[in-house]
């Protein structure tokens, strides 16, 4: 028998659990699994980044299968299964962006931060992440720290960004 | 209805078909991967777009409904550039390694691509490379070959009931697996191998053993269940390779239970018996045929001279053939012995008269779908009867039936019943009266004076409102309660639910043929023992048929025993070991699963015959031969059989009235239950009922058949100061066995679960029987 894993309730604060039983109560009865992305972001915003015991709650708690609520959290970039620097720089890198110069972004960046994509600075202050298109496409090329986008970049702009980074 | 028009044909079709079912009826053969004809449509491949007037571009046949008037086009060379390109995307990142691919041969893919793939590739770029994620003992991964058509996911989702495998990732990153590493663990899991159009998922027994083209197909019956899912038995060079389902719609549909698919690995065991063998002056030797039926002989017919049949007793498992069944109790009766038996769990013999001609149901697997109400009274279908679940959950969730489930055990669940009751077995009989009292209360009776002194609980009240109120309902008996010391008494009250109201069902069985040996008269005779006492009571001499006691039988222990004490004990079987040498005094090996013809009969009363797939290894003799031969030699009359058929005939022939599986009204007072302590609660471990199972090695490491513990509830465990994960041991009437204790609350006050047939729980006794639990200090 699956022994039960921690219950959401004692994973969260409960100020998180009220804000994703708001979410919840949204949806029609029955229809609880619809706020699974919302329950993802604020476990993510309490934690960093999601475990996966935090996923496996959510799971319990939403009465879904686990595998979906890691369907949902493997598909967005936007939700980090490892842990992450205090920021993460999200760099588009889908066609618009990439026409505009996104690839000269990336090295800029990883040569200015001494880190590939996906990888994490040593000082943990910063996660390069690579991610599909955010929707910015007329800003292109674009990125986005934490949750502030950054568009019409140039190497002069970014680094201004990184200047701008509370340690 | 519509009239539709598909490559110039003119066809009618129902309101909502899809195109390609439409095709499909049709026999023109539109090209799919993700398209199923039993999942939902997910229309994800994009493989089968084809033309249709009117439609500018090309649209997925299995997902566009039919309208009147449409003229579809499967071969135009609009369809074909769509078809080919579609073909040349899914090559994109597929292997182009076919000959190192276990699936080459019968592969869709494969077979795809030579109608609609090109001839060379223009995508020069690296492909991409997944991890092959562990699923367990039964499947094999091979990733990069997946196309993501998700027929394995929905499949879990829609018809085995439990979500495991998902598509994680996006994109060029999206790969299908469980994403933690973790066995997917469905009973029914193997199914996903013939869904899966390519080589990912691929049978891991049997897995670079043959190649489709080697090997020759013979269709049979699966042996360990009371469904009898047809099969076909893939055979090269007089051995069998592996075992795949073959569609049947009023059984097992296009599935197949893992214990089905599997178990034929348990043929090529190391202990497998493959000689006779005789014990004398206790050193075992192998002999051949003819000594060891002089033997036998010999020593039976002292023993019948000498000490009289009634101390001889027959006993064979349920999952033997019906022709076998027939031949050993013509055998024995020829013998004047009337101790013969197959209902080697059974403890409650007391109103064996009002047992119906055969155990079995009276209504189809389609009728169970459609049901609207249901009472299902201890079985745990998924791991008992894992096909019939399926229908059961299909009937719960596509017709919104409500099941009344009553157990003295959780059952696994994969869909939402009515009401899913845990009693003691104290409390059993009492908590189905319940039901029994508010159906005459509703009908405006009065009930009996017996339940007067009863309450009627909500779930009762509902069970038996819907029992009523329903158009189509049924009352089934699992296979447990025939193990239970009230069985007789559990089955009437069961018998007086039907009566007054309209509903079908019946009771299921152990084994595959429980059905056959009860037509074939595999039962004691008046006079004679039924198996239990047979066991109980030490008799003279014992033939066990397809048996290991340690494992077949209600009380092991007493069993093994009575047969070491025994001057003869003959073990006719297909494997053995050394615990066997310590009982028996003679063994014939005899054939198993797909190495003799025979007959099943399942539990809805069909009479389903093969024939052998291979021969039987080394001087193994299928199970009927071996009987006719011993007829001759103790020199019976009309043993003379040639084949399987011509006993089947004879049984069939005798055979008057039509056979039902109705229960007689039970006359006097039935055993009922007393007592207060612990009790043992349980039901047959999943990869445990028969000597071929025990021996399938893939299936015994899968997590069914590892991770056994005991089940108490929490108020229990806290009275006998024992804690969730602890390390405790039961014992019954034997040796203490060491076990992990599980907290599980569902069960009652005082009921203990451990399972039956589970290895070690040979030293355990009785089910429904008192057990002691204590603690062992670490
Ligand atoms: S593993 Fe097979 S069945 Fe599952 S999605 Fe991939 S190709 Fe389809
Ligand atoms: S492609 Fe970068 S924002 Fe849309
Ligand atoms: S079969 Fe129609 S889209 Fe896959």
Known sequence: ?167 | MVNIEIDGISLEAEQGDMIIEVADAAGVSIPRFCYHHKLSVAANCRMCLVEVENIPKAVPACATPVADGMKVQTRSPRAREAQKSVMEFLLINHPLDCPICDQGGECELQDIAMGYGGDVSQFSEGKRVVVDPYIGPLISTEMTRCIHCTRCVRFGTEVAGIRELGATGRGENMSIGTFIEKSVDSEISGNIIDLCPVGALTSKPYRFSARAWEMGQVPSIASHDCLGSHVNIHVRRGEIMRVVPRDCETINECWLSDRDRFSYTGLESKQRLLQPRIKEKGQWKNVEWQDVFEHIVTKLGGILESEGPEQVGFLAHPSSTTEELYLLQKLARGLKVENIDYRLFQQDFSAQQSDPDYPGLDLTLSDVESLDAMLVIGANLRKEQPLLNIRLRKAAQENGAAITLVNTISPDLNYEPHSNVLLSPQAFADGLRGILKALYLLKGDIPPEQLNSLNVDSWQQVCAEKLLESPNVAVILGAQVSDWPNYHEVREVARLIRSLTSASGGELSWGANAAGAAIAGMVNGESGFNSYEMLENTLQAYVLWGIDPRFDVADPLQAVTNLKQAALSICVNTHYDETTETWADVMLPMAGFGETSGTYVNCLGNWQSFTGAVNPPGEARPGWKILRVLGNFMQLNDFNYTSTTEVIDELRGSICNKLSSAWKAQEGTPHSYSGSELTRVGTHALYRCDSLIRHAVPLQRTKDNTEHSVGLNESTAHRLGLIDGQKIRVRQSGDWLPMVLDIDNALADNAVRVDIGFEGSEVLGLIHKPIYIEGVSE
């Open chain 1, 1 to 167: 028998m699956a022994k039960p894993e921690p219950c959401l309730t004692e994973l969260l604060p409960q100020e998180a659990i009220a804000s994703i039983d708001h979410w919840i109560s949204k949806y029609p009865p029955g229809r609880q699994q619809s706020a699974v992305m919302a329950a993802l972001t604020i476990a993510q915003d309490h934690h960093g980044w999601l475990t996966e015991k935090l996923m496996n709650g959510i799971a319990d708690y939403l009465k879904m299968p686990r595998i979906a609520v890691y369907e949902v959290a493997s598909f967005y970039s936007m939700y980090h299964l490892e842990p992450v620097g205090k920021h993460v720089i999200s760099v588009c890198t889908n066609v618009s962006c990439m026409l505009c110069g996104s690839d000269s972004v990336v090295e800029h960046l990883s040569k200015r931060l001494g880190v590939k994509l996906g990888q994490t600075t040593s000082d943990s202050l910063i996660t390069l992440k690579e991610v599909e298109c955010l929707g910015a496409c007329g800003g292109a090329p674009m990125l986005e720290v934490d949750k502030q986008y950054h568009e019409n970049l140039t190497e002069q702009k970014i680094d201004e960004i990184l200047a701008g980074l509370e340690k």
